[in-house]
């Protein structure tokens, strides 16, 4: 199974959350796609919530199923709440984490910036969106990338929200920032019930 990368308005309706940002177009129609959106309110099954908050998950961090299950399962063999280590290491994924410093205006330009060899970890060039960062990584845009018009603008625009995510530390004027640490679970913005994951997985 490929990668979504279709109508992001269409995924968010059928999930029933702007899980890709803020959309005009969702706010005017919050119901399912379709020409019986607006009629279907039957109720779902423990299996079908479970479902669905997998693939809010998914879409949310840009993973195939086979990402999310491998990391599920790394997640599931740590000592500790395998939910919290699940949204731990989605948080620590480096593309993700350019998104949250700001250095992109969403995950799936971060993604395109990292693939196209824009970011650099500790000094070391890195093109793998999927890239484990660990507390006191450096990540940085590269040299030669730091005159890219929408790397300066999402900086401009995104990079003080920064502030508001205690294990990242950022300086727009080096193009630089910290993963500091592991986020705890309230300290996630993401509105995901972990639990019903580990519950789907858990069968």
């Given at each position: 199974m490929a990668r979504y990368t279709g109508?992001?308005?269409?995924?968010?309706?059928a999930i029933g959350e702007p899980i890709f940002g803020f959309d005009k177009s969702?706010?005017?129609?919050k119901y399912p796609p379709g020409q019986h959106g607006q009629s279907r309110r039957r109720q779902k099954?423990?299996?079908?919530?479970?479902?669905?908050?997998?693939?809010?998950?998914?879409y949310t961090y840009g993973l195939l199923e086979r990402?999310?299950?491998?990391?599920?399962?790394?997640?599931?063999?740590?000592?500790?709440v395998t939910g919290e280590i699940l949204l731990q290491y989605l948080e620590a994924r480096l593309d993700n984490t350019v998104f949250r410093l700001g250095m992109a205006p969403t995950r799936r330009a971060a993604r395109q910036l990292v693939t196209h060899k824009n970011i650099m970890v500790n000094g070391a060039l890195v093109n793998i969106p999927s890239y484990q960062l660990r507390p006191g990584d450096v990540?940085?845009?590269?040299?030669?990338?730091?005159?890219?018009?929408?790397?300066?603008?999402?900086?401009?625009?995104?990079?003080?929200?920064?502030?508001?995510?205690?294990?990242?530390?950022?300086?727009p004027?080096?193009?630089?920032?910290?993963?500091?640490?592991?986020?705890?679970?309230h300290e996630i913005p993401e509105n995901i019930n972990e639990q019903l994951i580990v519950e789907l997985y858990s069968k």
């Open positions: 109508p992001t308005t269409k995924k968010a309706r969702f706010e005017r129609k099954s423990n299996y079908g919530l479970q479902l669905m908050e997998k693939q809010k998950a998914k990402q999310f299950r491998n990391l599920f399962k790394k997640a599931a063999r740590k000592q500790g990540v940085s845009v590269r040299a030669k990338s730091r005159g890219k018009e929408v790397i300066v603008r999402s900086i401009e625009q995104n990079a003080p929200a920064t502030k508001k995510y205690s294990w990242l530390e950022m300086n004027d080096t193009m630089t920032g910290v993963f500091l640490a592991y986020p705890q679970r």
